[in-house]
Each structure stands twice: as structure tokens, then as C-alpha cells.
């Protein structure tokens, strides 16, 4: 997988070839079925159309350590299934975070040869140090930001296991 995790920067860029369909990645990325199977503890939950809600629920240990219930929200931006996903996004668990505002994501699925399909996932963090340090992994007992999740996706579709499971 191919990372920029520079926070001095105002875009970070992540890229990963998955062996599955755009629209089993797609599903992936959206469907709370699965989005509670990778990443961190909780799912995701989306409106598939422009101005429709987004929002990450915290599972019940992130609510046990203190995380609130709705720990990241947005709105979708654009929707066209099964290759691109525009949304903002901004984390809901810390004041300063919240203070950041909205940043930008875009989700792009690419259909390759042999049934590998590269997702790129372009995060834009003008304004958002501190959030663009999250998402880069770089705040310490704090996960591995887009690294992990799309590495932890990776696995789980062409595996059908997470990477603890």
C-alpha cells in the first residue's frame, strides 16, 4: 500500500489493490453490515445521495472509554455507485476536533485486470492539523488512521477475516 502521511500537507492520498468487485468494495465502504467488521469498533451509516446524511457510530467500547455515540458525521457530497464517494467528514470526540469543521473525502474504485480493483482514498484537510494527524496514524494510542482501515478492509475482503479476527 502506497501512503502520504505528511501532516504539514493539505491532502493525504491513500491507495490499496483489492482482489474483489467494485461493487463488493463498495458495499464495503458503505453498508453498516459491513463497515462494523473492519476499522474500529462501531459501523458506519450513509444516505447515498447528495446531501444525505453520514455518521460513524461508536461501538460499545469507544462508548465505554468515553467516545460519544456519533463519533464522526457529514454529508454526502456525490454518489455514483459502485465507483465514487465524495462526503465530508469531521470527528465529533474531542473540541478541538470539532473546531477543525468539516474536511473533504473522496473515494475512488478503479476496476483493473483479474479482478483487482484499486480504491484510493483522497482525504482534503485544509485547516485540520489535528485531524489530519489522526487520519494519518500519527497520534499515539490513537489506531493507524486510513493506513489501518483500508489495510483492515483489504484483509477482510479477500480473506473474509479482519486483521484481529
Same mark, same amino acid.
Given at each position: @500500500?502506497?501512503? @502520504?502521511?505528511? /501532516?504539514? &500537507?493539505?491532502?493525504?492520498?491513500?491507495?490499496?489493490?483489492? !482482489?474483489? %468487485?467494485?461493487?463488493?468494495?463498495?458495499?464495503?465502504? #458503505?453498508?453498516?453490515?459491513? /463497515?462494523?467488521?473492519?476499522?474500529?469498533?462501531?459501523?458506519?451509516?450513509?444516505?447515498?445521495?447528495?446531501?444525505?446524511?453520514? !455518521?460513524?457510530? =461508536?461501538?460499545?467500547? @469507544? &462508548?465505554? @472509554?468515553?467516545?460519544?455515540?456519533?463519533?464522526?458525521?457529514?454529508? &454526502? &457530497?456525490?454518489?455514483?455507485? *459502485?465507483?465514487?464517494?465524495?462526503?465530508?467528514?469531521?470527528?465529533?470526540?474531542? *473540541?478541538?476536533?470539532?473546531?477543525?469543521?468539516? #474536511?473533504?473525502? /473522496?473515494?475512488?474504485?478503479?476496476?483493473?485486470?483479474?479482478?483487482?480493483?484499486?480504491? /484510493?482514498?483522497?482525504?482534503?484537510?485544509?485547516?485540520?492539523? !489535528?485531524?489530519? =494527524?489522526?487520519?494519518?496514524?500519527?497520534? *499515539?494510542?490513537?489506531?493507524?488512521?486510513?493506513?489501518?482501515?483500508?489495510?483492515?478492509? !483489504? #484483509?477482510?475482503?479477500? %480473506?473474509?477475516?479482519?486483521?484481529?479476527?
Amino acid at each position: @500500500m502506497s501512503t @502520504m502521511t505528511k /501532516t504539514d &500537507v493539505t491532502t493525504q492520498l491513500h491507495q490499496v489493490w483489492i !482482489k474483489a %468487485t467494485p461493487q463488493a468494495i463498495w458495499d464495503a465502504i #458503505t453498508q453498516p453490515e459491513w /463497515t462494523e467488521k473492519y476499522g474500529y469498533p462501531g459501523h458506519s451509516e450513509y444516505e447515498l445521495h447528495a446531501g444525505g446524511a453520514y !455518521k460513524a457510530i =461508536a461501538g460499545q467500547e @469507544m &462508548v465505554a @472509554m468515553g467516545a460519544p455515540q456519533i463519533i464522526v458525521d457529514g454529508e &454526502v &457530497v456525490e454518489a455514483d455507485p *459502485p465507483r465514487r464517494l465524495v462526503q465530508t467528514w469531521r470527528f465529533l470526540w474531542d *473540541p478541538e476536533l470539532v473546531a477543525e469543521g468539516f #474536511t473533504r473525502v /473522496t473515494w475512488e474504485i478503479d476496476e483493473g485486470e483479474g479482478g483487482i480493483c484499486k480504491l /484510493t482514498v483522497m482525504h482534503e484537510l485544509e485547516g485540520a492539523p !489535528k485531524t489530519a =494527524a489522526q487520519v494519518a496514524g500519527e497520534i *499515539p494510542g490513537a489506531g493507524g488512521g486510513w493506513s489501518y482501515i483500508l489495510s483492515d478492509l !483489504k #484483509t477482510l475482503l479477500e %480473506t473474509g477475516k479482519a486483521l484481529d479476527g
